[in-house]
């Protein structure tokens, strides 16, 4: 009890004390409440410079987004001209871009996407994958569109065929030639061109070396024409001529001609067409034409 006592002392106040420790009080509760309900962020202050930036920057993004999310632009090209860097790019293996490159070194041309795989040997997912992106020439794409219209209109026509001429391919003209489906003045001039330069065509297979003939326009040059070489046509003495005269010849290159000229002078004369393909770098595939163009 004289504990109480003693404590209750300390809660003794006066009235100024009651009255400063009531204001006090006020004060605490007041403080308490201006903190939870007052905003004391301070107004952010915006520059003209940083609008003008953020502007900036938003535009940077909305172009960043478009880059990304536009397609890459994608070139057609002719498969005749693949290197093998562009080769390697398509995915091509390098057996498959040496059998191109084989083929094309024999002055010809793939005029499709099948004919393509025939020489590359793709396969056929790879083909799926490269073939939308070859690009022929306009005559290559305006024969297939003959060819198909030629197929259509013989599907819904039925007439008589009227007999087909045989004619001498030596002695065709111009008109003769443009008769022939797939061959335009182009390719009727490139055609006499070869002929001119040749002297005379000597078989029928010549056709195949004359670049921008497919193997359709072939096989109806074929149905159409044959060889009759004319009795005026001059061989080539094989073991007379000289290096300018062979060098000349449109089968061989001087390089040949040179080789020819040598092992003649150094083993005699050449007795057949077997003697003449054992030189280095004689076009053995072109042997059976060659040999008719020679006299032994």
Not at 136 to 145: A, G, S
Request: hydrophobic fraction near 40%; glycine fraction near 4%.
């Amino acid at each position: 009890m004289a504990n109480f006592k003693t404590l209750a002392i300390y809660f003794k106040f006066t009235r100024e004390q009651r009255t400063g420790i009531f204001l006090l009080f006020a004060i605490i509760v007041i403080l308490q409440l201006v903190y939870f309900y007052a905003d004391f962020n301070l107004p952010e202050k915006t520059s003209l410079e940083k609008e003008q930036w953020m502007s900036l920057q938003t535009k940077i993004d909305s172009l960043k987004l478009v880059k990304y999310n536009e397609k890459p632009k994608v070139y057609l090209f002719n498969p005749n001209f693949i290197t093998d860097y562009k080769g390697y790019k398509l995915g091509m293996s390098t057996q498959e871009i040496d059998r191109l490159l084989a083929f094309r070194e024999g002055n010809k041309f793939v005029n499709s996407a099948e004919e393509f795989q025939q020489v590359t040997k793709i396969s056929d997912s790879l083909l799926k994958i490269i073939s939308p992106l070859f690009k022929f020439p306009d005559w290559i794409q305006k024969e297939n569109n003959f060819k198909t219209e030629k197929k259509e209109f013989s599907k819904k026509a039925d007439f008589k065929k009227e007999k087909i001429v045989i004619l001498d391919i030596n002695e065709a003209t111009q008109e003769d030639l443009v008769k022939i489906y797939g061959i335009g003045d182009a390719l009727s001039l490139r055609i006499l061109k070869q002929k001119e330069i040749l002297g005379c065509f000597v078989s029928m297979e010549q056709m195949n070396d004359i670049w921008g003939l497919s193997p359709e326009v072939v096989a109806e040059l074929n149905s159409h024409f044959k060889v009759i070489v004319p009795s005026s046509f001059k061989k080539i003495a094989i073991n007379d001529a000289t290096l300018k005269e062979l060098s000349q010849f449109s089968y061989f290159r001087y390089a040949l001609a040179k080789q020819i000229v040598i092992y003649r002078s150094m083993n005699g004369n050449f007795k057949n067409i077997e003697d003449l393909s054992k030189i280095k770098g004689f076009p053995v595939e072109k042997a059976k034409i060659i040999s008719l163009y020679l006299e032994f």
